[in-house]
């Protein structure tokens, strides 16, 4: 059955993007739709908010606020389905569409709170005695929606408005134009091998990906690219040195020359976030972005930047020295270089704990990580995942889904597209496209997707992950979790509109089920026989949990640290080259200086296109968190119905409708305990284990 959810008005039932259909009929659109679409929603959107302003009446919250929340909301319907097919189906056709349409919504969003009218009449409710009586999640909405005026420059003259409007729309421009060349770069580089000498050390797995590769491209021999799955393995497990180091100077290299080259555009996007901040009265951009979140300001998470970078240092020295002698000895290299380390490490991995992580491959095939992801939604949090077959997708391999609560009620759906394809961006990600929840008219549900880049089917077997895409998989449901089971009335403040140091909190906490026997149970078996994990590899696997903990934890650290400094301490105008600033501060997270010697941030999306300038220490941040959380569960038991209720209460349910720490203390009781990181991964005053029940 077909039902409608709210389409612009005027809308043209013969465009499937103004068409209010669920589920959106994806098969349906193409390139031509986009322009004439967005357009006729922006004009949709303008008479609403020209609407809202004009109206004489008395004001109210449904007539203002809501109602400015309400057109963004019907806006966002139109728009987040083009910019979701331009991340996963790009094509030139696609692309130049959304390019042409970007510079104008840009432009409509920037102009909203900089409207003088729009703001006197969120002014002049706010002073109402129905504003002041509000309470709850309405009094939150309506403080963060005047802040947001006062912090987007609403009180700011003229001049400075339009200069603003300028700035953002040139932001956005350079933002699609950085993930295209990244994009681009990466599907532009591949080596193809075709003496099957070459491939000593390669996984059976990887070889087979290789040859479907080489086949899909007319051409003989085996083909490798530099997206993850065909990167990854074969940089861990390749003997050739000379062909890892060109797979890895080609990966740390991508998009820093000729067309596709983003070092110009570093530069560029570094210089207008400073210009923004400063206007609006921001010392750097990082305080201007991070005003919002659990950190409060640039200064802040710095500091925690620095802190557990002190604090992982000595355990990583220890490593990297081990590491290095073990290279030396066993391997003869004398001088360990940046293509050995992952080949070192799985060597090093391999003698000390005798685990191949290509082992546990086989225990992990798609559909049952699947199948136990959901089964331990049920458990946990008492959702039930049913697939649904629907044609409107945009791709044969995507999969849609129903969530339905314990009473049977709908909750809201979701799609899935796990394999890599060269129209599709590299990573993994969960995208909302609803945010549904509570409504004075009954409950409306929640609509969202995950993608990802995991190992595809290949040579007649089923998709066979490694653990640490299992994670992959588990951390986008945390995610996905956290929109769907949202109960918030206010859209704005639903789902994962969050703070980005508390969004993955959600995500990063369901990796942990990954690790434990009785939740590795509901899934991990293997995809011929059907049996478990032998308890022998469980065993080694659990030792070598911490195995180069601290190693993987740097990294992370010196992402967080050079988009810091980035966007607080590096003026574009007078400190010289952001890449080479950036690989200056990439040398106290190396064991040598020249390994940092790349351009690994022409490449670095999450900053640049991504969404997180200024946040990517986020990822720890919440790890702390979520380490210590996890806890609970360990101690009242992994499948305990009623420590996943109050999960879902505390943290699942809430959104944005209060502060962050005071979900936190809700469900822990407690203030968070900085030390539960350290002893999760790295192993440093490990505690004993706790009883799971």
Do not use: C
């Amino acid at each position: 059955m077909t039902d409608t959810i709210a389409a612009p008005a005027e809308a043209d039932a013969g465009n499937p993007l103004l068409s209010g259909e669920s589920p959106f009929p994806f098969d349906r659109v193409t390139a031509a739709h986009v322009v004439p679409a967005v357009r006729q929603a922006l004009q949709t959107a303008q008479a609403e908010l020209d609407a809202l302003i004009a109206f004489a009446g008395e004001r109210t919250y449904e007539n203002t606020i809501h109602a400015l929340e309400e057109m963004g909301e019907r806006l966002g319907r139109v728009l987040r389905p083009v910019s979701h097919l331009n991340s996963v189906n790009s094509s030139p056709e696609l692309r130049e569409a959304y390019e042409t349409i970007l510079p104008e919504v840009s432009a409509f969003s920037a102009r909203i709170p900089l409207n003088p009218e729009l703001w006197s009449a969120v002014k002049a409710y706010a002073r109402t005695d129905d504003a002041r009586a509000l309470t709850g999640v309405r009094r939150r909405h309506l403080d963060k929606v005047v802040r947001s005026f006062e912090r987007a420059g609403a009180d700011l003259p003229p001049e400075e408005k339009t200069r603003i409007e300028a700035v953002r729309v040139e932001l956005s421009r350079l933002s699609t134009e950085f993930a295209n060349h990244v994009l681009d770069s990466t599907n532009a580089w591949e080596l193809v091998i075709t003496d099957e000498a070459d491939l000593e050390g390669l996984p059976p797995s990887a070889r087979a990906q290789a040859r479907a590769a080489a086949e899909a491209k007319g051409v003989d021999g085996w083909r490798f690219t530099l997206q993850v799955p065909s990167y990854q393995p074969f940089l861990q497990y390749a003997v050739r040195r000379d062909l890892r180091q060109r797979m890895h100077q080609a990966y740390v290299n991508r998009a820093s020359s000729g067309e596709h080259d983003n070092r110009p555009l570093i530069r560029r996007i570094l210089e207008l976030r400073r210009e923004l901040a400063r206007i609006l009265g921001f010392r750097d951009y990082a305080d201007l972005a991070l005003e919002e979140s659990m950190a409060g300001s640039g200064a802040r998470a710095v500091a925690f930047e620095e802190d557990l970078t002190e604090r992982t240092r000595p355990v990583w020295q220890r490593e990297m020295a081990q590491l290095e002698a073990f290279a030396k000895a066993e391997l003869g290299l004398d001088a360990l270089e940046p293509w050995d380390v992952a080949y070192a490490t799985e060597r090093l991995r391999l003698a000390r704990y005798d685990l191949d992580a290509e082992a546990l491959r086989p225990y992990f095939p798609m559909n049952r990580v699947l199948e136990g992801l959901f089964g331990l939604a049920e458990r946990l949090f008492g959702v039930r995942v049913q697939a649904r077959q629907i044609s409107q997708v945009w791709h044969p391999e995507v999969q849609f889904y129903d969530v339905l609560d314990e009473d049977g009620a709908l909750v809201g759906s979701f799609y899935t597209d796990w394999f890599p394809r060269e129209s599709k961006r590299g990573g993994a990600w969960m995208n909302g496209m609803v945010v549904g929840g509570p409504r004075p008219d009954g409950w409306q549900p929640h609509l969202a997707l995950m993608v990802g880049n995991l190992s595809p089917p290949e040579g007649g077997r089923p998709a066979l992950l490694t653990h640490r895409e299992v994670e992959t998989v588990f951390h986008e449901f945390g995610h996905l979790l956290h929109h769907l089971l949202s109960r918030v009335e206010v859209p704005a403040l639903g789902g994962t509109r969050v703070p980005s140091d508390w969004v993955e909190l959600p995500s990063q906490i369901m990796e942990n089920w990954t690790w434990e026997r009785p939740a590795l149970d509901l899934f991990a078996r293997h995809w011929e026989t059907g049996e478990a994990i032998p308890e022998e590899l469980y065993q080694k696997m659990k030792a070598a949990r911490t195995f180069m903990g601290a190693y993987h934890q740097m990294r992370q650290l010196s992402f967080g640290v050079v988009d810091l400094d980035l966007h607080v301490r590096f003026d574009p105008h007078t400190d010289g080259d952001p890449v080479e600033r950036a690989q200056k501060l990439m040398e106290a997270f190396h064991p040598r200086p020249h390994f940092a010697r790349d351009h690994f941030i022409a490449s670095f999306a999450h900053i640049f296109s991504g969404g997180y300038a200024a946040g990517y220490y986020s990822y720890l941040w919440s790890a702390v968190l979520e380490a210590d959380a996890f806890t609970r569960f360990q101690r009242e038991g992994l499948f305990n119905r009623e420590t996943g209720r109050a999960f879902v209460d505390a943290v699942l349910s809430q959104g944005d409708a209060e502060e962050p720490d005071e979900l936190f203390r809700r469900f822990m009781g407690r203030e968070p305990d900085p030390e539960a990181l350290l002893r999760r991964d790295l192993g440093v005053g490990q505690e004993s284990d706790t009883a799971v029940r």
